[in-house]
């Protein structure tokens, strides 16, 4: 499953998602989920996704209850219930059998987004420990100072912005010197920029593919 | 005379894209570490990128973009109940940001304070938050009492809570945030009488105190273009032969790298090997040379089986190299490193500069260095610079710069030990 | 005035951090922490300003038992200034930012909070930037701040992590020199730091942690001196003893020193 390229994955969740919509069949929905719960076998990361699936599953039934509570029929509540984990989880699967830099790749090359937004994400993504640290760096430097977290939720919240204030500042200061960096770095004048990361579709690809939408056709077809 | 590079078109302003990014950054490690009231808390996400936006004020197609990001981004690091809802909602939520801020829509003041934070931050969370919830009705059939007594007064709630956020951190942030951008023309910075001429291969070290202007200097050299910064008059640079004044920015940063003082900032992508190929891959080099180069240098630096590694585990010694091995990578004939050892151990800067000395050794790099602690450099460097208000006091070898810092008091506290020494008792038997 | 006996810590079973820790600080002094890095130096210092509780040992500041102080109580006793200011600053202007810590401390009016910000800041040469926004201060200035800032609260001991890196070499000069003037008037001065230049010239006691053991306590001069004790403890030397060494001269603590010896000394010539 690793192997497949980016988009194929894409499309494929995209697919799953827009059969589960085709049909108003509760056991066409269970099938469907049962394919994703067969790719999970197919994943390196298992013991992550299968966590994933868990957490999801419990949002269904929570969303279930709630449904049946306001008063909706059992199977209406049924079936938005599957669909919600059927989505969630084929966007699981999706990101956890793909590098980012894959998943950017193929959004600029196959999705005609442009450049600069790909590459926001997979910055946003690196800078996220960073700052998770600084967070709690910030949080024990004003703690020496005497900041503590106490009191109402409201006056917590507030009182965090001791936190927040000087992480924010530290990268208004720092977005100054990315800025001159990346324009260094021939980021705004690169007209043919290549990519390293794997974005061609193989047999594998179209094989996959051409296997989901049978198998989703034939479902919606038999239920 | 002004220089060539001053009169050549300036280029894309790409701050919009770096401010966006590191506050949505924040904004995702908010929600997960602030503190909350039952789960609900700020949607940081918005409030960050709502700021981004009404620092920057870009376009409406930008905002477009802007909410993209934080929507792909928000689908990618949580685990969403319903992920694609945030695709519609937050594009949706940054074009209207982006459409109002630019024309200052919601530019209202009471007694000369601003509440466009408020409003737009309130507004943004209103149209991102409510879309989101609308969608997740619709899509997954919820009754209409949860839509309307539980989902849209939380979204309200949330919006109320963001603006307040917004309103606090917009004015400081803005302040900060055009101190260089909005420079008036008395106020820009220049460099005067700078006569340099350096051969291929030579070790320069520049030095003088902050704010002398080691920086601009720097960064004029390697081709950056700064909104602060006038021009370098009465001077003339020349490096490996090229006349830096008289060559257009595009030509310099092709054969020159400079790692900045700032060199976590450099860094951009998540692992190793992909911020080598970031460069190259911008250069439009094929995937085969690419991978071989990426190979070449990681080796050279000594980074080579951290190949597959997070940047952010790196320790920061690690990350400078890393920061020169991308700059190797374009095969830069003259690498600048701004205050390379400014905040690493001792041992990490004796390392850093063995590894300069065997970079200029090996490839015949120039290599231009700016430090305030002359004791790393001094085994190594061929050439100096005294800079002092914007304009070389000196240029020569060490000894006689050294010398000349002592005699004219010009920095004389970055003299080292055993050289002041030795001046002051050559001073006392005159 | 400080006294830490006994201290230990550890992550886990496997990995001990700290071990045996026993030190005091007096009052007056300058005592420097030294030791390379992975040697506890950290963990110590997160445990003296109740970031880190002890897992063994106790703290006794003034008599008082502090071994389970957090950080936030510990504040008004310790001033920690964190190595680098940008992490702490977050306040509009210079005088908030510098009024903070005194203010969170119980029975202190908001009018008392600004006299003694006042004071601090004039304390360390930042007068007349009270309404700057802090951002926009120098990298030294921003220093200064953060030592301001923890001087306002008035606390015993100040605790000063690598209070000079990164700064510019003139910076650096009046940064000791604040501190110098600070400790003549009465302050406790703990630093952090790995410059043995600036521990042999200003400090009068260190200890220096190897492998989480206390590798030295007592006075830098007799730790420099004997060069095999300094380098088994992973640290340089000074580089005044150093240079004393190589010209044959006594051991010297400042560069006027070995001037001085090298001036009287027969035969010197440039």
């Known amino acids: 499953m690793h192997n497949l390229a980016a988009v194929t994955k894409i499309l ?43 957490i999801m599953m419990i949002f269904s039934f929570v969303l279930y209850g709630i449904q049946i509570l306001c008063g909706t029929a059992y199977s209406l509540a049924a079936l938005s219930a599957i669909r919600m984990a059927i989505m969630a989880d084929s966007i699981i699967l999706m990101l956890l059998s793909t590098a980012t830099q894959q998943i950017t790749a193929a959004l600029v090359q196959q999705c005609y987004l442009s450049y600069n937004y790909a590459f926001m994400v997979t910055a946003v993504l690196r800078f996220v420990p960073d700052f998770l640290e600084e967070s709690r760096s910030v949080r024990e430097a004003q703690a020496c100072r005497g900041y503590r977290s106490n009191g109402n939720p409201l006056r917590r919240m507030m009182a965090y912005m001791m936190v927040i204030k000087p992480m924010v500042f530290h990268a208004i200061s720092r977005s100054q010197n990315m800025a001159v960096s990346l324009e260094l770095r021939g980021f705004s004048t690169a007209h043919n920029r290549t990519f390293v990361a794997e974005t061609h579709l193989g047999m594998m690809d179209y094989v996959v593919f051409a296997f989901f939408i049978i198998v989703c056709g034939m479902v919606i077809k038999i239920f | ?133 609308l969608i997740t009705k619709v899509i997954l059939s919820l009754p209409m009492q949860v839509f309307l007594y539980a989902m849209m007064p939380a979204v309200l709630l949330v919006a109320l809570l963001g603006s307040i956020a917004g309103q606090i951190l917009y004015r400081p942030a803005n302040k900060i945030f055009n101190a260089t951008a909005n420079v008036s023309a008395e106020n820009k910075y220049s460099l005067k009488d700078i006569q340099m001429r350096v051969e291929k291969g030579a070790f320069v070290v520049i030095t003088g105190v902050n704010g002398a202007g080691k920086t601009s200097l720097l960064q004029t050299i390697a081709g950056a273009n700064m909104n602060y910064f006038d021009d370098v008059y009465n001077s003339t640079i020349h490096i490996n032969g090229i006349d830096v004044l008289q060559t257009k920015r595009g030509e310099l940063k092709k054969r020159i790298g400079m790692v900045m003082a700032d060199y976590e900032g450099q860094l951009v992508t998540e692992c190793v090997s992909d911020e080598i190929d970031f460069s190259l891959e911008n250069a439009g080099l094929s995937i085969e040379k690419i991978l071989q180069r990426r190979d070449d240098v990681l080796q050279m630096v000594g980074l080579k089986d951290m190949a597959g590694k997070k940047i952010a585990v790196l320790s920061g010694g690690q990350k400078q190299r890393l920061a020169i091995a991308v700059m190797l990578a374009l095969h830069a004939e003259i690498l600048i490193l701004d205050e390379p050892v400014a905040a690493i151990d001792p041992e990490g800067a004796a390392e850093i500069y063995h590894l300069l000395q065997k970079i200029r050794e090996s490839y015949h790099t120039t290599i231009i260095v700016s430090e305030h602690d002359l004791k790393y450099v001094m085994p190594y460097a061929t050439q100096m610079i005294v800079m002092e ?28 030990l055993k050289t002041k020494i030795y001046l002051k008792l050559g001073e006392s038997l005159c | 005035m400080l006294k830490l006996m006994n201290i230990a810590y550890s992550y886990d079973k496997d990995h001990q951090v700290l071990r045996n820790i026993d030190f005091s600080v007096e009052k007056g002094e300058i005592m420097a922490i030294a030791g390379r890095n992975g040697s506890g130096k950290t963990t110590l210092t997160r445990i003296i300003i109740g970031l880190v509780l002890a897992k063994q040992g106790k703290i006794e500041l003034d008599g008082e038992d502090v071994t389970s102080t957090k950080a936030y109580d510990m504040a008004r006793k310790i001033g920690y200034v964190f190595q680098n200011p940008d992490r702490q600053l977050f306040a509009n202007t210079v005088i908030e930012e510098t009024m903070y810590a005194s203010q969170q401390q119980p029975g202190c009016t908001k009018e008392k909070a600004c006299i003694q910000a006042r004071e601090a800041l004039h304390d360390v040469g930042l007068e007349g930037v009270e309404n700057k926004s802090p951002q926009l201060l120098s990298r ?115 560069a006027a020193e070995i001037y001085e010896n090298l001036k009287r000394r027969p035969g010197t010539h440039a």
């Open chain 1, 12 to 54: 494929l969740a995209v697919l799953l998602s827009i059969a589960s919509f085709l049909t108003n069949s509760v056991s066409a929905l269970v099938v469907f989920f049962s394919l994703e719960c067969i790719c999970v076998f197919f994943l390196k990361k298992r013991g992550i996704a299968a966590k994933a699936f868990m």
């Open chain 2, 1 to 133: 005379m002004k220089s060539i590079r001053f009169c050549e078109e300036k280029s894309e302003d790409l701050r919009w894209l770096t401010i966006t990014t590191l506050l949505l950054a924040i904004g995702v490690i908010l929600r997960m570490v602030s503190p909350n009231i039952g789960g609900i808390s700020l949607n940081w996400n918005i409030v960050m990128y709502t700021l981004a936006i009404m620092l920057c004020r870009p376009t409406p197609k930008q905002g477009l973009g802007i909410g993209f990001v934080s929507g792909l981004v928000a689908t990618m690091s949580s685990k969403a109940a319903l992920p694609y809802a945030n695709l519609v909602s937050d594009p949706l939520a940054g074009l209207v940001c982006a459409t109002l801020a630019s024309k200052y829509l919601l530019d209202f003041k009471i007694r000369k304070v601003s509440l466009e934070p408020v409003l737009l931050v309130f507004l943004t969370t209103f149209v991102s938050g409510g879309s989101f919830v």
């Open chain 2, 389 to 416: 208000d914007g304009r070389m006091k000196k240029a020569g070898s060490i000894k006689e710069c050294l010398k000349y810092m002592y005699d004219e008091n010009i920095y004389p506290e970055a003299i080292p």
């Open chain 3, 140 to 254: 030294g200035e921003k220093q200064r701040l953060a030592i301001a800032s923890a001087l306002a609260a008035k606390p015993e001991i100040l605790l000063l992590d690598e209070p000079t890196s990164g700064q510019d070499c003139r910076e650096r000069t009046h940064l000791l020199r604040l501190i110098r003037r600070l400790n003549h008037e009465g302050m406790t001065i703990i630093l952090v730091t790995h410059d043995m230049d600036i521990i042999e010239e200003h400090a009068n006691h260190i200890i220096v942690l190897k492998d989480g053991l206390l590798g030295f306590n007592g006075i830098p001069t007799d730790l420099f001196s004997d060069e095999e004790l300094t380098v088994s403890l992973g640290l340089e030397l000074p580089e005044t003893i150093s240079m004393s060494k190589e010209m044959g001269i006594p051991l010297c603590r400042s």
